[in-house]
């Protein structure tokens, strides 16, 4: 299976500032399927970018995924307090669909 | 708009079964799969499997497939996961997600969750 590893596992950044997060995959995950979710505690996680950069319905500009083969991106810009979150990268090229273990972006 | 609705919170004892239940709405059922995913606690998310609600065809990990059923009745736009012999380490929250009709893909809509706890 396809093990995706993200870095690093705890981000930690002030308001305004850019952030930018890793995630690695064991295997050339094809056609760039792979897509970033945000998690806030207590809720499900929250479709951000699919086939590595196509942002999800609704999701603004600040939020932006590059990347292709193995190493993929998420960049977020101007952090805002309802930034701060867990991200979660996934891979849906590779039967079975597997997730990185996730970056938490702290204040 | 498209909304997931899940099944309450349960509370199992070791070996027994779990079943959620995942109601649709706002979209056609037929035209999408719907995945499962887990989160035990204070862990990260765990795939578990897809079904395709048109053909039924259902695809799941390896480590689940054993005791794992996903159904669908498109009747009521209702999506079910049933795992049966539970042990402690299948304490988590469950998770239904809508996903493409044919293959396996992102996930795009959410289930609010449904937490089950296994415990004597």
């Known amino acids: 299976e396809v093990v995706l590893t993200q870095s690093p596992a705890t981000l930690s950044l002030s308001p305004g500032e850019r952030a930018t997060l890793s995630c690695r995959a064991s295997q050339t995950v094809s056609d760039n399927y792979l897509a970033w979710y945000q998690q806030k505690p207590g809720q499900a996680p929250r479709l951000l970018i699919y086939t590595a950069s196509t942002r999800a319905t609704g999701i603004p500009d600040k939020f932006s995924g590059s990347g292709s083969g193995t190493d993929f991106t998420l960049t977020i810009s101007g952090l805002e307090p309802e930034d701060f979150a867990v991200y979660y990268c996934?891979?849906?090229?590779?039967?079975?669909?597997?997730f990185g273990q996730g970056t938490r972006l702290e204040i | 708009q498209v909304q997931l609705v899940q099944s309450g919170a349960e509370v199992k004892q070791p070996g027994a079964s779990m079943k959620v239940s995942c109601k649709a709405a706002?979209?056609?059922?037929?035209?999408?799969?719907i995945n499962w995913v887990r989160q035990a606690p204070g862990q990260g998310l765990e795939w578990m499997g897809w079904?395709?609600?048109?053909?039924?065809?259902?695809n799941s990990a390896q480590k689940f497939q054993d005791r794992l059923t996903m159904t669908t009745d498109t009747t009521t736009s209702t999506a079910y996961m049933e795992l049966r012999s539970l042990g402690s380490d299948d304490t988590a929250v469950y998770y239904c997600?809508?996903?493409?009709?044919?293959?396996?893909?992102?996930?795009?809509?959410w289930g609010q969750g449904t937490l089950v706890t296994v415990s004597s």
């Open positions: 997600a809508r996903g493409k009709r044919w293959t396996m893909s992102y996930f795009d809509y």
């Open positions: 996934h891979q849906y090229a590779n039967p079975p669909i597997t």
């Open positions: 706002g979209y056609r059922f037929s035209d999408y799969g």
């Open positions: 079904i395709s609600v048109y053909s039924g065809n259902t």
